[in-house]
C-alpha cells in the first residue's frame, strides 16, 4: 500500500500542489513554518477523514477559500485507486472513490490505512484518560472497519441519553422514565460490544508494545496494559444504579466513556513512577505496537506519518525506532538533519511558494503557499 501521486487544492497553506510521491522512506524537509505538518496532515485525512492534530474544518481550508480538495492515487496489490476528499465551510465534506460516492467513511481503510507518531504522542502516557481511549477505539477501527459502527452507535446513544438527563432537570416522569429505558437499552448493548473489542485489541497489544519498547530501549521490561472499568460487568445494571447520581448531575456517570487504560513497567504505574524518558519510550512503543498489530493483520503496513518525532529522541533512539519499523511507505518530517545512516528514498523539500520531492533521480513538484509547521 503506498499513495503514489497526491494533489492539493486549498488545504491549510497549500493553494494549488501536485506532486509525485516516492515509495519507502520519504523525508519532509524544510525549516519551521512551510507546511511540513500540513502536508503529513492531508495523506492522514484520506484516510481517517478526520486531522490528526485535532483541528476543526475551518482550520483546514486556506484562508480565503471556501473548500479544500485534498485527491491522492492510491497503489495496493498492484491496483491504483483515486480517492478525493472535498472539505467545505459549510456543506458537509464530499469523498469520492474512482469518482464514485463513498458510501461509508469505514470503506475507505480498504483503501488507505495510516499510523501516525506525532510530538504529543506522551500523552498517552501522561496524559488524561481520554486521549488512552482513542487511542484505543483508533486501533479497534482500524483492525476491522466495521467496528466504527459499533462506536458510532455508542456515541449516538450516550448524547441522546445526556440530553435527556439535562432535559428532565433531575425529575423523571411517566414519559420520560420510559424514554430512559429506551435510551439506557441501547447504550448498553452498544457499550457492553465497546468494551468487549477495547479489551480483545488491548490483550494483543500488549505483548507487542512489550517487544517495541525492548526494541526503542535496548532494555526488556515487562510492560503491562490493563482495562478498568468502574461498573462492574453489566452496563445495563450500572446505568440503573448510577440513576440517582445521573439525573442529579444531568449526564452519565458510568460507562465506557468513562473508562481507562492502566499502564506500567515493571509493575510500576507509568503516569506517576516512570521517568520521562521511559514515559517516552512507552508512548513510541505504544504507536509502534499498534503499527505492528495492524501490519500483521492485513499483511501490509499502513502509510506510515512520523511527525517531527525526532525532535524528542536522541540519536540512538531515532535509529533504534527507523530499525524498528515494518517497510512500507513512510514520510518524515523535520526541521534538521536526520542521524548518521537514516537515509530515505526520497525527499520532499518544503519551502514557501514551493514543494519539490526528489526520488530515483527524478525530481517533481508544484507551487505551494507559506503556510504553519
Known amino acids: 500500500m503506498r499513495v503514489s501521486r497526491l494533489w492539493l487544492s486549498d488545504f491549510r497553506s497549500y493553494e494549488h500542489v501536485e506532486v509525485e510521491l516516492p515509495p519507502g522512506l520519504c523525508v519532509v524537509t524544510g525549516p519551521n513554518g512551510v507546511g511540513k505538518t500540513n502536508l503529513l496532515e492531508s495523506i492522514g485525512y484520506l484516510a481517517r477523514l478526520s486531522s490528526f492534530r485535532s483541528a476543526p474544518t475551518d482550520a483546514l481550508v486556506r484562508t480565503g477559500a471556501d473548500t479544500a480538495v485534498i485527491r491522492a492515487e492510491v ?19 464530499r469523498v469520492l472513490v474512482n469518482r464514485q460516492r463513498l458510501r461509508r467513511s469505514s470503506d475507505l481503510a480498504g483503501i488507505i490505512r495510516v499510523s501516525v507518531f506525532a510530538p ?57 422514565a420510559a424514554t430512559l ?14 468494551v468487549r473489542l477495547r479489551t480483545d485489541a488491548l490483550q494483543r497489544l500488549t505483548p507487542m508494545v512489550g517487544d517495541a519498547y525492548e526494541d526503542i530501549a535496548g532494555r526488556g521490561e515487562p510492560i503491562g ?27 452519565s456517570t458510568v460507562g465506557p466513556h468513562r473508562d481507562e487504560v492502566l499502564i506500567d513497567i515493571a509493575g510500576r504505574p507509568s503516569r506517576t513512577h516512570c521517568s520521562q524518558g ?28 512520523l511527525d517531527d518525532v525526532f525532535s524528542e529522541l536522541d540519536d540512538d533512539r531515532a535509529r533504534a525506532l527507523m530499525a524498528a519499523l515494518p517497510k512500507g511507505q513512510a514520510f518524515l518530517s523535520t526541521a534538521g538533519s536526520l542521524p548518521d545512516g537514516l537515509g530515505g528514498a526520497g525527499t520532499i523539500e518544503v519551502s514557501p511558494g514551493r514543494l519539490t520531492a526528489s526520488h530515483g533521480g527524478g525530481r517533481s513538484g508544484g507551487a505551494a503557499e507559506p503556510g504553519d509547521t
Not at 502516557?125 to 486521549?131: F, L, R
Not at 487511542?135 to 441519553?161: G, I
Not at 472499568?229 to 448531575?249: E, K, M, P, Q, T
Open 278 to 305: 521511559e514515559q517516552r519510550c512507552l508512548a513510541l512503543a505504544l504507536r509502534l505496537g499498534a503499527h505492528r498489530l495492524v501490519t500483521a493483520e492485513y499483511d501490509q503496513p499502513p502509510v506510515l506519518l
Open 120 to 176: 504529543d504522542d506522551l500523552e498517552l502516557v501522561k496524559g488524561s484518560p481520554g486521549m488512552r481511549r482513542d487511542f484505543l477505539d483508533e486501533l479497534v477501527v482500524s483492525l476491522h472497519p466495521r467496528n466504527d459502527a459499533v462506536r458510532s452507535d455508542w456515541e449516538k446513544s450516550l448524547r441522546q441519553r445526556n440530553a435527556l438527563l439535562k432535559q428532565v432537570g433531575g425529575r423523571l416522569d411517566d414519559s420520560a
Open 225 to 251: 496494559l490493563r482495562y478498568a472499568r468502574g461498573w462492574g460487568d453489566d452496563l445495563a445494571a450500572a446505568f440503573v444504579s448510577a440513576r440517582g447520581d445521573d439525573l442529579r448531575r444531568g449526564l
Open 75 to 93: 497503489d495496493q496489490d498492484g491496483r491504483t485507486q483515486l480517492i478525493e476528499v472535498e472539505i467545505n465551510r459549510s456543506r458537509p465534506r
Open 181 to 194: 429505558e429506551v435510551w439506557d437499552t441501547k447504550a448498553a448493548a452498544a457499550g457492553t460490544e465497546l
